[in-house]
């Protein structure tokens, strides 16, 4: 009784508008109690230059950017200067030496030139000519018409002995010689020839000419044009360099400590390096740390949120219990403290201990006692609450396969528990979802490459078993104490209330047997027509089995269990007869009441009638002469509010009308079923409830549809008709 007192207290608190507030706000101080130890960073007593007391991993994954930039220099500090090779640099040395024995050419053609000038004016007999006029130059008088050839570069790096030995020589010996210089320079100078290699190269050329056939002088003026043509031909080439190392210094990888990583082992001395670690991931001054619980925050109040426009959105539509809040609340904290247990446990005996955690409980009850949407977002919010939860006490760090396994598992019971949600059903569903469980975790284990023995493999099936079959049965047994403390009328309850060996029923099936089949015609057409529109089917047909329970006080006094055609109202005057008739209703509420039965079916007993007129015994009144007031012959009502209540009303009256005719026929049950439906509507007997005239409609064809099916033609068997007669 006490307990019947303070869930009544409950439910007209759940009511209230505030109220709301104050179940977001606790569901949300609990979510961040739970999850505070989780990303508080961890207090060391951490010192320089001190063992380490325990083994410290990093609780986050962040880039080291001194170590970053200290390996990038390191990187930079190794690439080689680039030189370039300049070619075009082997063509001007050869053309210059070509040039200087082509200079030394034309000296000596021009002598002979002139000397070919003086003869020809000699042979045309010119007296004033005469051989002592003609003067061939000297050597040094050549000298100094071949430096007029050349550059004062050239004179000044090449002695006058060389010179003066290539002019001495023929014409066919400076060819010969040029041809050599020519080779020996393309052979060395077509190789690199940075700064310090110079020399080497000049003595390569050197050695190239030093053994050929020339006469001595002249070969010493060839090894000094081609020690003068080899010069340098690879030069430092600053902005390539530049660029590589630009290239060099943005290719390295950013050094990142990760999250888990060890940075310290216990007893592993702190050096400075270490200590700049630890103080780079946050270990080291953890009082000044406020981020992480601003994230949490965060969070939370995007999950309060969520929920909070959720519930006022799907209220505001479907005008739902707002019990299902309380509901709610309760199989969510439920949840997240036995989360909450486990991760206590994992951290002070066991590894992977939260496999064992049974979400499909959650996310089963909800469905069952709520809708199957709501159940998917708890499976969704208690994933992301797990992965903060079960960050395998690393501060600040995220366990997200333990996240897709709570998902999974929670997605799984929704995905799997059938409408018919029986006590056999739940269990099959927890079966369905260990092996989800198992096969998630076998995939999870895979793909972290984690190698078990087999032993260890069976332990954590053992746990993914648990997991499944534990959520059917805390679902089984916690769906009762939700039923009753929150007047919630499950599916499984139906399923329970539509037994026929409740005593209710048995009561109407033992007392008022025609009742009770007129109820379990009801029913079919009842159903069928919810079934149509969207309504709950299942409410409908169990509600429809006590609807008439009130019969059974005075169950001779209607007629459908009146077997001797014998009717008491006969002998009754219209006003006895109506307050009989009546009273069924009200009877029949208190009797479901008096019984501990849902609202909803009291409900459905109390309203199926409306406030109709009682029409026969109105009219029998009428005749007899008396005033009559219309109202004094109505049923007391409240007229239905909801579909399921209004639709058994019309199942209810059409039932009784057609069932009282002989062999109908499709168009008679047709007109007495718009007959009525639009009797009650002209009554406004409607008027309270959400149904629309295209639902009207529907339940309309769906009635008929339903009938014709239970009054078909039967066929008339010959030999049975010839017995009968």
């Known amino acids: 009784m006490r307990n019947s007192i303070f869930f009544t207290w409950i439910n007209r608190m759940v009511n209230a508008k505030f109220f709301h507030f104050i179940i977001f706000g606790m569901i949300g101080v609990v979510l961040y109690i739970s999850l505070y130890n989780n990303v508080k960073p961890e207090k060391m007593n951490i010192k320089k230059l001190e063992p380490a007391e325990q083994t410290i991993r990093s609780p986050i994954t962040i880039i080291d950017e001194e170590s970053t930039e200290k390996k990038r220099q390191q990187a930079v500090s190794q690439v080689q200067d680039v030189f370039i090779l300049k070619k075009e640099y082997t063509q001007n040395r050869v053309d210059l030496i070509t040039t200087i024995f082509q200079s030394a050419i034309e000296v000596k053609e021009d002598i002979v030139k002139s000397k070919k000038a003086f003869e020809d004016r000699k042979d045309q007999q010119d007296k004033e000519v005469t051989d002592e006029q003609f003067k061939e130059p000297t050597i040094e008088q050549q000298l100094e018409s071949l430096k007029e050839k050349l550059t004062d570069d050239v004179i000044r790096d090449l002695s006058d002995v060389s010179l003066t030995a290539i002019l001495k020589a023929s014409q066919q010996e400076l060819s010969i010689a040029k041809d050599i210089v020519v080779t020996a320079i393309n052979q060395v100078m077509n190789t690199r020839i940075p700064a310090s290699e110079v020399e080497n190269a000049k003595r390569k050329v050197e050695e190239a000419i030093r053994y050929t056939s020339l006469r001595s002088e002249l070969k010493n003026a060839t090894i000094e044009l081609a020690r003068y043509a080899v010069v340098q031909n690879e030069f430092y080439d600053p902005k390539a360099t530049e660029e590589l190392r630009k290239q060099t210094y943005e290719s390295v990888e950013p050094v990142r ?348 007993a109390e309203q199926h009638h409306g406030t109709t007129l009682l029409k026969y015994f109105y009219h029998k009144a009428v005749e007899s002469g008396k005033e009559v007031n219309e109202d004094d012959f109505r049923y007391p009502g409240p007229k239905p509010q909801t579909k399921e209540a209004a639709i058994i009303g019309i199942a209810d009256s059409v039932e009784a009308a057609v069932r009282s005719m002989n062999n109908p026929t499709p168009e ?58």
């Open 668 to 725: 008679q049950i047709e007109k007495i079923v718009h007959a009525i439906i639009n009797d009650r509507i002209h009554d406004g007997q409607f008027s309270e409830c959400d149904l629309t005239f295209k639902e009207i409609q529907t339940i309309a064809q769906t009635l008929c549809n339903t009938l014709n099916g239970i009054f078909h033609n039967r066929i008339e068997y010959p030999e049975l008709n010839k017995k009968e007669s």
């Open 257 to 604: 400590i990760l999250q888990g990583q060890i940075i310290v082992e216990e007893g592993q001395l702190i050096s400075s390096e270490i200590y700049r670690q630890l103080e780079l991931v946050g270990l080291v001054e953890t009082d000044q740390t406020y981020l992480p619980f601003i994230g949490l925050l965060l969070f939370i109040l995007i999950v309060i949120s969520f929920m909070y426009y959720y519930f006022n959105e799907d209220i505001k539509k479907k005008g739902q219990s707002k019990n299902e809040l309380m509901l709610l609340a309760s199989v969510f904290l439920i949840s997240l403290l036995i989360m909450k247990i486990l991760a206590i446990i994992k951290d002070s005996t066991y590894g992977e201990l939260y496999y064992l955690y049974p979400i499909a409980m959650a996310t089963m009850l909800i469905k069952i006692l709520i809708h199957e949407r709501l159940a998917i977002v708890t499976a969704i919010i208690l994933s992301l609450s797990g992965t903060i939860m079960f960050n395998d006490n690393v501060t600040g760090t995220f366990n997200f396969p333990i996240g897709m396994y709570i998902l999974i598992s929670g997605l799984a019971g929704v995905l799997f528990l059938s409408n018919q949600n029986g006590r056999a059903k739940i269990l099959q569903t927890g079966i369905i979802v260990s092996a989800v469980n198992m096969i998630v975790l076998l995939t999870l284990l895979f793909l972290r490459n984690t190698h078990l023995s087999g032993l260890d493999y069976g332990a954590h099936f053992l746990l993914a078993v648990i997991s499944g079959l534990g959520s059917s049965v805390l679902t089984i047994g916690f769906l009762p104490f939700f039923e009753a403390g929150f007047g919630i009328l499950s599916t499984m309850k139906l399923i329970e209330l539509s037994n026929p060996n409740h005593p209710l029923l048995k009561k109407i099936l033992t007392e008022a047997p025609g009742t009770y089949h007129h109820s379990v015609m009801v029913a079919n057409l009842a159903e069928s027509a919810c079934e149509a529109i969207g309504a709950n089917g299942l409410l409908a047909r169990v509600g429809c089995y006590y609807h008439d329970i009130g019969k059974t006080k005075r169950p001779k006094y209607f007629i459908e269990n009146q077997m001797n055609h014998y009717n008491p109202h006969d002998d009754l005057p219209p006003e006895t007869s109506k307050n009989i008739i009546v009273a069924h209703a009200v009877d029949g509420a208190q009797m479901l009441r008096e019984n501990k039965m849902p609202k909803e079916i009291v409900d459905i």
